[in-house]
């Protein structure tokens, strides 16, 4: 529809019809009988009558459910004006790969592409024309749930990989049929909450905000993401859906953002709980007053904006405006020439969970994958006889993660199963050992599980963290494996050191006991449908660990918040490896290092950094420095690398922090085989927030390293004239 006739329909529309397409509801208010509807709607505060004007949905069904209750919609509403629908498409709609927090361990835009634009036509598919994606909350402390579903403790790499799930789910033009809109989250700093206790409170200077929480949501509105979500934290002491800082001054001033905004799952009502007001009248002052166009939800604007406006506290050509952003949106969606965006249950059968997603899927498992730990144990030789399984993971089907969607337990491989797939004259023994709940006490599997492993050729732990343990309100105060499973290893690794764990988690965990005695640790993260095949092709080589890690392992959670790009203090420890060093900014028997740092992750060749060369060792501001580094693979086999280039500004008139990754490339090379990669480092990239919150760099020394947090294999020094 032309965008002129987009202003005619609004001219056309009542106030109430307008109010309408600010409002969002759940869909199962359109299909409850009349009987379960009264309730819902007066709890809401809205009559029934209102329902036929709604703008938006969310959490339905497929593309059935979908196209019953948009048809239903279009007879009624008395301008034909569709729906928008919407879900949460986070890592999968029904073939679900790793949950964010592993997939960003590929150091893969590209792979993160290939599996968002498989969960784009999915979900297109089964209806979803809106997906509440890319998340990119800022991280750096794993007591948070949420942990999960972002890409961790680096605001270059959050913004990389935010910019690619944007381009992927968009595609050229949102009137594809394999295209979904983004909506970029949760904005701002929902990853600060105070202790990583989730929707806690959450207290950042500007200096640090702009730093490191921000940047990854203006990579992903430089790279056309359609909607952005507030979130539901305060942020220094006014809730992010009303802070007029950073809904109006940085994010429509000074980014410019047009699109549409929406708020979170009730969060203009919970300005109530927040303390902010005692009325949702007030609350809906400040939501639209802060740019909020649709309210999820709660219906503040439903019951109280025509009033608002009446009085005076808005005029309706500000409500006009909110309102032609979501019929423009609709509009480049397609939906007033085609209201199903495509979407069919034969389409969605057809689409879902075919082969074809199911290799994406397992190949993303694989190259999400972390070889943490391997002291000569992995690969497993294919040809063994006699395998133990042992763990609460060792025949799970629930490996797909938190935010998973429409996608089904049911539809995962498990360890065991695939195993067994690839290796039919394998004899597999399964031993559960123990639970993974937190308060799981019982030890009297462990027995049978150290009989198990003794006579076994191989032993895989299979342990981890229940997939409900991490994703929205899933905070832990504990972040050793729940339960008794580092009982349980230790007993079965004292029986059989030919043995490796694997690893199912929603966070980096607290794994020093463990780590103490496992020769070998692979991290699958919730690797999602295809989990059991991926686990299985590692652990016997047909495919080769290249993940790396994005957020630091503590080795104790009172180490948290721990992150790898930590300002300098006056007083810094010495030897970084020392567990105590008196009058340094250090702790007691436990050290500053995180058991695995940003960027840690082995393969099973090996590589080695040969030379780093730069061009030049002076520039001004107008220079670029190219960066050249060799790599070789002095190992046996195949493998992936990701060359990482690290920056340090030695002084600098804000603190500057000890590292900070400014540019990686993932590399494959052969054995024997080296490449160069080559960087180019321009003055932008030297740039900092200082006191003052001006972005600037200064004249000074600054080094370069290749390698990986706290371990740089080669540093070069050039100077900013
Ligand atoms: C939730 C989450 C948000 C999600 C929304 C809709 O509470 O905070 O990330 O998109 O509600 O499901």
């Known amino acids: 529809m032309e965008k002129t006739a987009l202003k005619t329909l609004l001219a056309e529309m009542t106030i109430d019809e307008k109010i309408g397409q600010l409002m969002q509801v759940n869909t199962n208010i359109f299909v409850a009988t009349k009987a379960e509807i009264t309730g819902p709607l007066s709890k809401m505060g809205i009559e029934e009558e209102r329902l036929k004007y709604i703008g938006s949905t969310l959490n339905f069904h497929g593309a059935a459910e979908m196209i019953q209750v948009q048809k239903e919609h279009l007879e009624k509403d008395p301008h034909k004006i569709p729906m928008l629908f919407m879900m949460d498409v986070i890592h999968g709609f029904r073939t679900i790969y790793p949950i964010p927090l592993g997939l960003g361990c590929s150091f893969d835009p590209e792979l993160v592409k290939e599996c968002s634009r498989m969960a784009a036509k999915e979900a297109a598919a089964g209806g979803v024309q809106v997906t509440f994606t890319p998340m990119v909350d800022y991280v750096r402390d794993a007591r948070w749930g949420r942990v999960m579903e972002t890409c961790g403790e680096d605001p ?339 029986a059989n050191q030919n043995a490796a764990v694997l690893l199912f988690n929603g966070r980096p965990l607290v794994l020093s006991e463990l780590e103490k005695s496992a020769p070998a640790i692979l991290d699958l993260w919730f690797p999602g449908t295809e989990g059991g095949n991926a686990a299985a092709n590692l652990l016997f080589g047909k495919a080769n660990p290249c993940g790396k890690v994005t957020m630091s392992f503590p080795k104790a959670v009172g180490q948290c918040p721990i992150y790898y790009n930590h300002p300098m203090t006056g007083r810094p420890k010495g030897n970084a490896e020392e567990v105590h060093h008196a009058y340094a900014s250090n702790y007691i028997g436990c050290g500053n290092l995180p058991l695995y740092p940003f960027g840690h992750g082995l393969s099973y060749t090996t590589f080695a950094y040969e030379s780093m060369t730069l061009d030049k060792t002076e520039m001004t501001a107008e220079d670029t420095i190219t960066v050249s580094i060799t790599v070789a693979n002095t190992g046996s086999c195949t493998g992936k690398e990701t060359v990482q280039l690290y920056l340090r500004d030695l002084y600098a008139s804000a603190v500057p922090p000890i590292q900070k990754l400014i540019a990686f490339e993932k590399i494959e090379l052969a054995p024997g085989e080296k490449k160069t990669v080559t960087f180019k480092v321009c003055e932008p990239m030297l740039r900092f927030w200082n006191g003052a919150c001006e972005f600037i760099s200064e004249p000074g020394d600054f080094n370069l390293f290749v390698g990986y947090a706290d371990h740089p294999a080669i540093t070069e020094r050039f100077t900013l004239k």
């Not at 702009?210 to 056309?224: F, M, S, T, V």
């Not at 999820?296 to 009085?311: D, F, G, P, R, W």
């Not at 003794?454 to 050793?480: F, H, M, W």
Request: with cysteine; proline share 4%.
């Open 156 to 494: 270059y790499l959050n913004g990389v990989m935010g910019a690619a799930q944007v381009k992927a789910f968009q595609g050229d033009d949102l009137a594809d049929k394999e295209s979904l809109a983004t909506c970029v989250k949760h904005f701002a700093a929902y990853g600060g909450a105070e202790a990583g206790k989730d929707y806690n409170t959450v207290e950042l200077s500007e200096r640090l905000l702009r730093e490191c929480y921000l940047p990854a949501y203006k990579a992903c509105i430089d790279a056309g993401t359609t909607m952005l979500m507030p979130s539901f934290n305060s942020l220094n002491g006014v809730p992010s859906t009303i802070n007029p800082w950073l809904m109006q001054q940085v994010l429509r001033k000074e980014w410019g953002f047009s699109g549409v905004v929406i708020t979170d799952y009730n969060a203009v009502g919970e300005l109530i709980k927040h303390g902010i007001t005692d009325n949702l009248k007030d609350a809906a002052r400040m939501a639209f007053e802060n740019g909020n166009d649709i309210e999820m939800v709660s219906t503040s604007y439903a019951q109280h904006l025509k009033e608002l406006i009446q009085e005076g506290a808005f005029n309706e050509a500000q409500l006009d405006e909110s309102v032609l952003r979501i019929l423009e949106l609709k509009n480049a969606l397609g939906l007033f020439e085609d209201p199903y965006h495509g979407a069919s249950v034969e389409k969605e059968q057809q689409v879902c969970l075919t082969p074809e997603h199911r290799a994406i899927a397992r190949k993303a498992a694989e190259q999400s994958a972390v070889l943490l730990k391997n002291e000569g144990v992995l690969p497993f030789d294919e040809k063994v006889k006699k395998i133990t399984l042992i763990g609460p993971f060792a025949d799970e089907k629930a490996i797909k993660g938190f935010w998973a969607c429409c996608g089904k337990d049911q539809d995962c491989v498990t360890v065991k199963e695939g195993i067994a797939a690839l290796l039919p004259h394998a004899e597999i023994r399964v031993e559960k050992g123990c639970g993974n709940l937190w308060d799981d006490t019982d030890t009297s599997g462990i027995p049978a599980a150290v009989e198990a492993a003794k006579d076994a050729e191989i032993v895989v732990l299979c342990l981890g963290e229940p997939q409900n343990y991490s994703g929205e309100g899933n905070s832990r105060a504990d972040l050793t494996l729940p339960g008794v499973q580092t009982e349980l290893a230790k007993a079965v690794l004292a």
